[in-house]
């Protein structure tokens, strides 16, 4: 079945965009670490968490993964970001991560998006979550 | 790892940290890329110059989130654990990022409150690029731990 297109006329403030769980694996953070040139220790070895640990930034794409999951994207050009990380996750951990739009609105001709992604660990406890505010393109959106 | 930082303990607001530089050309942005693409080289208003300005840019543009980890590995040198769980960070992208550009860093202590968890340290934030044009700011902050 064909995705829907990632227009205002799709979306809406409070509908849950996906879901799904995925594995954080050592390949994944050595992968993070090579994009974004981060090198620690606790990311491969013992760390204050017990174990090796993910970057505090590993989630840094997954959110416009499950929009790409669920509709046609042709780009996000993002305005503002907001982290907070309640506690790393630990490599080999299975995490649950879910991405709701929180509002959408109007302002000076531009349509905008707040979507957010949060990461839950395997005992459901919030590892991290984000807010990331994006144009969007607009079709049949009306000022106000 | 960032070299020279200070005790976190020490930090009072109005301190800065020495700056932080780091450069994002082609191959960083390629890399990237990769990366968030699951290992593809495509082309995109990031990667490919006609693309950036077919989509109305006059270049190529950088992942505005790409150096946000810059900040957060940042913060993580410098609070360790007391950033990794506790830390949190906003930016707004104000300026586009260009291959080639080198990025100053800057962090400034706006305040140490005391909350439930410790004390939290909070900074405010900057890209510049090479012209000192700030390209991105904001705020990043953690908790200062007892070791």
Known sequence: MDKPDFVWENLSAGMVVGEREITVTAEMVAAHCGAVGADRAWYREESPFGGPIAPPMIFINDLLAIYDENFRRFGTIHAKLAYRFHRPARVG????????????????????????????GEGGDVVCTSLHTSVLSLTRAREG | MSQGLPRPADLRPGDSLPPLYREIGWEEIRRFNRYVTGGNDTKNIHTDDEVARRAGLPRAVAAGRHPVAFIAEWMTDLLGAGFLAGGEIEVTFVKPIYPGDRLQLTATVNERAEEEGGTRLLFEVALL??????????????????R
């Open chain 1, 93 to 120: 951990e299975r995490v649950h991560q879910r991405v709701t739009v929180k509002d959408l609105y109007v302002r000076r001709g531009k349509g905008w998006i707040v979507s957010e992604l949060l990461v839950r």
């Open chain 2, 129 to 146: 690029n090479q012209e000192n044009v700030p390209v991105t700011v904001g705020s990043a902050s953690g908790l200062l731990l007892s």
